[in-house]
Nanobody, 120 residues
Framework: QEQLVESGGGLVQAGGSVRLSCAAS????????MAWYRQGLGKERELVAS???????NYADSVKGRFTISRDNAKNTVYLQMNSLKPEDTAVYYC??????????????WGQGTQVTVSS
């Protein structure tokens, strides 16, 4: 079992919507920030959106106003609602979680990635 389990990726038409989900295992303690990254073919991985435990968010300029990140702390789950999708949104989307504990310190976790393909 993966510590970060993603779902919701797939094929969608331009202008359509899709919601990605990422559930973190209870074995991951004291998660502070959760985020979504993406990597297009032949491109570098980039931050799409992030959210703190207190629900402070930030977005890449390219998705501002179209994507919404949210989280359910009780379920240790983060979501990415993607609306008005464009072909340039096509990429592998990765879930990320950061935990910070005294003594143990900071740890970074990554999901396996899920493909989102937007057709024109």
């Amino acid at each position: 079992q993966e510590q970060l389990v993603e779902s919701g990726g797939g094929l969608v038409q331009a202008g359509g919507s899709v919601r990605l989900s990422c559930a973190a295992s209870v074995s991951i303690f004291a998660i502070t920030t959760m985020a979504w990254y993406r990597q297009g073919l032949g491109k570098e991985r980039e931050l799409v959106a992030s959210i703190t435990r207190g629900a402070n968010t930030n977005y890449a300029d390219s998705v501002k106003g179209r994507f919404t990140i949210s989280r359910d702390n009780a379920k240790n789950t983060v979501y990415l609602q993607m609306n008005s999708l464009k072909p340039e949104d096509t990429a592998v989307y990765y879930c990320n979680a950061v935990s910070v504990l005294a003594v143990i310190g900071e740890r970074n976790y990554w999901g396996q990635g899920t493909q989102v393909t937007v057709s024109s």
